[in-house]
């Protein structure tokens, strides 16, 4: 076997991972390259969902009962884990979401109905860059066609950075917000935050960031970034489905309006009007994804008590023997950065003129799954005058041995296609 330095122990790891036992296809091993759409969820996870369920299964804040005050702690307990893991400076800063996408519309929202200062309107420009997922595009296309607001952005390099060459051009005094991913999930690029940051800075627009990508693969130190507001999602973290964060400051959350009215959010209701309650309730409306929150919390815990520096050198590691390894294979392209500097732990590529959903399809077949298509980053392919890629992203459970058998896959690909 393949030996690299920095790699976890991934025999004990994967023995918490019951789906990566599976066989595929008449007995075939699954390998399992596909984790920047999803991660596989360890049994502490599993466990930690089931107890919920079977023991304290109850709506939260609002009850007095026993099982109501037990939903409630953990529930809040999960923000806790959430608020440690992202260095916020206050619990009440993390927001619970059903996804980063609706983390990021949130955002949108409440710029778009605020008052001043933050208002986005028809005087004011967004930007954005070419390299994000569709969850950070339309709501900031939504917005500008509701308020008038000039949209926007960064272009890509040829290796696949952002080109920052006219920041002082796209970033301007009349910029209200900024919004950008930390790690492509298309190109695997890792961007320079500062450099975005800091101009952002001076023209006084706030910063949002997409950490979809980053939050399950690196240490995430939200006072660090500098952001305004930082989004990411829990089923990308061993997380469960359903269930996702925006970190906001403080007193942005205490300005800006909420987005979804019902119960909870409220502090009185009348006939003619009502109150809200403070951050972050204001912006959780209704019955909260409580079970999910739980399972987040315990994902935490998990990728907590392996470390997250530990977690990020490993990733680096095996990203670099994919790399390497990927680019002994004859006709293919990685789409992004060809090393593994700056970059997280997913790689796009085209294989000569073989469709990507073709050579997804034949690697199933293999049990290897992969990603095929334009990744919700359309703008990317077409900047790059592709149709699509395939993908293979990898986590804390990933081997040597997983990168071995797609390159073993891909060159059953190109005979299968002659």
């Given at each position: 076997m393949t030996q690299l330095p920095g790699l976890l122990d991934t025999e004990a790891i994967r023995k918490d991972f019951p789906i990566l036992d599976r066989q595929v296809h008449d007995g075939r091993k699954l390998?399992?390259?596909?984790?920047?759409?999803?991660?596989q969820k360890p049994r502490q996870v599993l466990d930690a969902l089931g107890e919920y369920y079977e023991r304290h299964n109850a709506n939260v804040h609002r009850g007095v009962h026993v099982l109501a005050e037990e939903a409630t702690a953990l529930y809040e307990g999960a923000r806790d884990k959430v608020a440690e893991f992202v260095n916020a400076p206050s619990r009440d800063e993390v927001i619970f979401t059903k996804n980063a996408s609706e983390s990021l519309n949130l955002v949108a929202n409440m710029l778009g109905w605020a008052d001043e200062p933050y208002r986005v309107d028809h005087e004011t420009e967004i930007v954005i860059t070419e390299m994000e997922h569709h969850s950070n595009i339309v709501p900031w296309q939504l917005l500008a066609q509701r308020t008038g607001?000039?949209?926007?952005?960064?272009?890509?390099?040829?290796?696949?950075?952002?080109?920052?060459?006219?920041?002082?051009?796209?970033?301007?005094?009349?910029?209200?917000?900024?919004?950008?991913?930390?790690?492509?999930?298309?190109?695997?690029?890792?961007?320079?935050?500062?450099?975005?940051?800091?101009?952002?800075?001076?023209?006084?627009?706030?910063?949002?960031?997409?950490?979809?990508?980053?939050?399950?693969?690196?240490?995430?130190?939200?006072?660090?970034?500098?952001?305004?507001?930082v989004a990411f999602t829990g089923h990308k973290m061993c997380g469960p489905t359903g269930i996702g964060v925006l970190w906001g400051r403080q007193e942005l959350l205490e300005d800006l309006p909420p987005f979804l009215g019902g119960g909870e959010m409220i502090e009185t209701v009348s006939m003619s009007s009502s109150t809200y309650a403070p951050a972050p309730h204001k912006f959780e409306a209704g019955t909260p994804p409580i079970a999910q929150a739980v399972g987040l919390g315990a994902a935490i815990?998990?990728?907590?008590?392996?470390?997250?520096d530990k977690i990020l050198a490993h990733e680096h590691a095996i990203t670099e023997y994919a790399v390497?390894?990927?680019?002994?294979?004859?006709?293919?392209?990685?789409?992004?950065?060809?090393?593994?500097e700056d970059r997280g732990a997913a790689i796009s590529f085209t294989l000569g003129d073989i469709h990507p959903h073709d050579v997804g399809q034949v690697l199933d077949e293999q049990g290897i799954a992969v990603r095929v298509g334009h990744h919700c980053a359309r703008p990317v392919c077409l900047r790059y005058g592709i149709p699509a890629t395939t993908r293979a992203s990898f986590y804390l459970y990933s081997t040597p041995a997983d990168i071995d058998a797609l390159v073993d896959g891909l060159e059953h690909v190109r005979n299968f296609f002659g």
């Open positions: 390998v399992y390259l596909d984790n920047a759409a999803t991660s607001a000039k949209l926007k952005w960064f272009g890509l390099t040829d290796d696949g950075r952002l080109d920052l060459s006219n920041i002082d051009e796209v970033i301007t005094e009349k910029t209200k917000i900024v919004s950008f991913v930390l790690v492509s999930n298309i190109l695997g690029t890792v961007n320079p935050v500062e450099a975005i940051v800091r101009r952002a800075q001076e023209v006084g627009a706030l910063v949002c960031v997409d950490a979809s990508q980053a939050a399950p693969h690196m240490p995430l130190d939200v006072q660090a970034l500098q952001a305004d507001f815990d998990y990728l907590s008590g392996i470390g997250m390497k390894r990927l680019l002994e294979v004859p006709d293919l392209r990685i789409i992004g950065p060809a090393t593994a």
